[in-house]
C-alpha cells in the first residue's frame, strides 16, 4: 500500500509558477511509475505527465507540453511538477498516482493503470 500527499497548489496569476510535489509513503515507492493528472469542474479527469520508476522516460500531454515538466527522486519518495506559463485553463485538482505494478516498461497516461491516488490540491490561476 502507497499513500500520496499532494501539495504545493494555490492561486496565481497567469504567466506565473507552481510547483506541485508529491509525498509517497512505503518502500516501494521507487519501483512505481508516476502521474499526475487534473480534473477541471465538470470535466473528466485527465493526464499531466508521467515519470516512469526509474525516471528515465517521461510522458507530458500535448497541451502542457514546453510549460511543465515531471521529475522524481526516489531517495526522498517524492515526484514533483514543475509548472511555468500558467494560463487559465490550467486550473483544476492535480492529483498525484502511482502505478504499483514493479519496475514496468514505460509511464502510461491512462488513469486507469493506476491504483494509488492522493487526495488532490487545488491550482487556481487568474487572468
Known amino acids: 500500500q502507497v499513500q500520496l500527499v499532494e501539495s504545493g497548489g494555490g492561486l496565481v496569476q497567469a504567466g506565473g509558477s507552481l510547483r506541485l510535489s508529491c509525498a509517497a509513503s512505503?518502500?516501494?515507492?521507487?519501483?512505481?511509475?508516476m502521474g499526475w493528472f487534473r480534473q477541471a469542474p465538470g470535466k473528466e479527469r485527465e493526464i499531466v505527465a508521467a515519470i516512469t520508476w526509474n525516471g528515465g522516460s517521461t510522458y507530458t500531454a500535448d497541451s502542457v507540453k514546453g510549460r511543465f515538466a515531471i521529475s522524481r527522486d526516489n531517495a526522498k519518495n517524492t515526484v514533483s511538477l514543475q509548472m511555468n506559463s500558467l494560463k487559465p485553463e490550467d486550473t483544476a485538482v492535480y492529483y498525484c498516482?502511482?502505478?504499483?505494478?514493479?519496475?514496468?516498461?514505460?509511464?502510461?497516461?491512462?488513469?486507469?493503470?493506476?491504483?494509488?491516488w492522493g487526495q488532490g490540491t487545488q491550482v487556481t490561476v487568474s487572468s
Open positions: 498516482a502511482a502505478d504499483r505494478r514493479v519496475r514496468r516498461l514505460g509511464a502510461s497516461p491512462d488513469l486507469n493503470e493506476y491504483q494509488y
Open positions: 512505503g518502500r516501494t515507492f521507487s519501483t512505481y511509475a
